[in-house]
């Protein structure tokens, strides 16, 4: 049968494009019937009352009531920007991605966040920054939805709630952790040791960037990429910024809180409105798909874990160039809406417990956060892909469709919409071995080691990010009012370093306790520390 394709326009109906209604020689209601006043509303007399048959004050009040969405309930606030992607063709051999191929240009919306703050809230504290690119491929859409530090602070996405309820606002004075009371967040780091890597990323510089043009990007999670004759390897996803990475001082982060709260969302717009595109270059770690799934020792479903670029050097495939500012805030960067099981053929996901828990939770949001399951048809999550699904009505829904039946097989509509030949063009998911074993709540034991990449990390830092990692630390577990949680966290430290817990113990007025483990035998990563580095060329 004849395609499906949406048209939201409300074309099918003969009714006129409403893309940008808010033009004209006079003011209309919503209905199109003209106006001749919107400044008084309707009264009994000049001294009133108002009446209440007054249609246009009522519809007026009304559409202003409801023009608040709900914040998303992680990430609430984002700045977003339009680009392009250009492939290298340097995939090629590994995914059958088409937008992957050489010279391939994709357009693309990026939206960055903060994590933890509500939408109103400042852009330099300290926290993990969101980095998710929306890629708009003839293949369908591609999201990778990413942070700028490339481990997570949990293994399993069942504790997504706990961490987030310990770190957002408190719940009875809905104050930030940053700057106030920190109790809750430290409770949970130093309980689940899990997240002690992600902590000291947060710690160190990178918890509060220069500008979001100076951020590295990172999917985390291990992918599985398919290429034209079906063969698989596992890979990680890079975002290197063509101007290197920058991170302020703590000083000048608590500073632009209050001077210039949108510094990175005004950095954003005024380097692209100036012509000072920034800039990206994709790149990929690839790693043999093995029965194991680890990769020098490292499992590669532990989304706390990197794999040192030593050991696997990030291969360039793509350039970002942002170029385009958003023209409505509202319709694009607060409607976008990202999902990590939009993926295009040639890329598939893994068993990391965190990753297969976040292919439920962000439809299951958007859901509530855009109203009903038609977001899809909100103009910036529209693919750039013809579309042919068997989606139907609900809430918001624009599109009309014809035919008998959203059924497949159908003969009375005469369709079938997967011709012969077609599985060479979609996707097919890779049929990896599901393990023949007892359900069971629990990780794989090399999932346990939660000290010995903190170390490597805390090694490979210049003498400036160390003093840098110890005031933060310092400072934060300072707004702690509980001894116990302070002395916990110590033990996690002493686990890492004796010399960074020694020096946060002085700090804090307390003793340095010993180690529970073993010191891990780690070499430090150059690529790890931001001082000294280098990045890609003009
Ligand atoms: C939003 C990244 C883990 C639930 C986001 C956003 C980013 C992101 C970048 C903002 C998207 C935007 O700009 O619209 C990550 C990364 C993770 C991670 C890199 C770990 C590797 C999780 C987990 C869950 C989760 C484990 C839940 C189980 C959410 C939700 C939103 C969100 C509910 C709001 C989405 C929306 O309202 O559209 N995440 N996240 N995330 N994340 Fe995650």
């Known amino acids: 049968g004849a395609p499906q394709t949406r048209t939201p326009t409300g074309a099918e109906t003969g009714a006129p494009a409403i893309a940008n209604g808010q033009q004209g020689a006079y003011l209309t209601t919503a209905n199109g019937a003209r106006l001749r006043d919107t400044d008084h509303s309707l009264k009994a007399g000049p001294r009133g009352p108002v009446l209440l048959q007054d249609h246009h004050l009522r519809e007026k009040i009304m559409h202003f009531d409801h023009e608040r969405i709900p914040e998303r309930v992680v990430h609430a606030r984002g700045a977003g920007a339009h680009g392009v992607f250009t492939a290298y063709g340097t995939a090629e051999a590994v995914t059958r991605a088409g937008f992957l191929k050489k010279g391939r240009e994709t357009e693309v919306f990026v939206r960055f966040s903060t994590v933890l703050g509500s939408r109103g809230s400042a852009d330099t504290v300290r926290d993990t920054r969101g980095f998710a690119t929306k890629f708009y491929t003839d293949e369908g859409t591609f999201d990778l939805v990413g942070n700028n530090m490339p481990v997570f602070f949990i293994q399993d996405a069942i504790k997504f709630p706990d961490i987030i309820h310990a770190a957002k606002p408190h719940p009875d004075r809905e104050i930030p952790q940053a700057q106030s009371a920190h109790d809750t967040f430290w409770d949970f780091v130093s309980l689940h040791t899990e997240a002690q890597h992600h902590t000291i990323w947060n710690m160190s510089d990178r918890g509060i960037p220069r500008s979001y043009r100076t951020m590295e990007g990172f999917g985390v999670h291990t992918f599985r990429l398919v290429n034209e004759a079906g063969e698989t390897v596992l890979a990680k996803f890079h975002w290197k910024p063509k101007l290197g990475v920058h991170s302020l001082t703590w000083e000048e982060a608590q500073m632009l809180n209050g001077i210039d709260p949108d510094f990175h969302r005004r950095d954003l717009y005024d380097a692209i409105e100036a012509g000072a595109y920034p800039e990206w270059e994709l790149g990929i770690q690839v790693f043999p798909d093995t029965e194991e799934e680890t990769f020098a020792g490292i499992d590669l479903l532990d989304p706390t874990k990197i794999v040192p670029e030593e050991l696997a050097e990030v291969q360039p495939i793509g350039r970002l160039v942002l170029n385009r500012t958003p023209t409505n805030f509202f319709a694009e960067t607060e409607q976008v809406a990202f999902h990590l099981g939009h993926l295009p053929p040639g890329i598939d996901v893994t068993n990391d417990p965190l990753l297969q828990g976040r292919l439920f939770s962000y439809l299951d949001t958007q859901l509530t956060r855009l109203g009903g399951p038609n977001f899809t048809q909100i103009p910036i999550n529209r693919p750039h892909a013809a579309v042919n699904d068997m989606l139907r009505d609900g809430f918001h829904q624009h599109a009309v469709h014809a035919g008998v039946a959203p059924y497949r097989p159908n003969s009375l509509d005469g369709g079938n919409p997967f011709p012969a030949g077609d599985a060479e063009n979609a996707f097919v998911d890779v049929p990896v071995t599901v393990a023949q074993a007892p359900k069971v709540r629990a990780n794989p034991a090399s999932f346990d080691d ?29 707004k702690c009012y509980h001894q116990a949680i302070k002395e916990r966290q110590l033990q996690s430290l002493a686990n890492i370093d004796p010399v960074l817990c020694e020096q946060v113990a002085t700090g804090l007025g307390l003793p340095a306790p010993q180690p529970t483990v073993p010191l891990a035998d780690v070499a430090p990563s150059p690529a790890l520390s931001q001082v000294g580095r280098e990045w890609p060329a003009d």
């Open 450 to 478: 939660h000290y010995s990449q903190v170390r490597l990390f805390w090694l490979s830092m210049s003498p400036v990010e160390k003093e840098h990692i110890i005031r933060a630390y310092t400072f934060e577990l300072g």
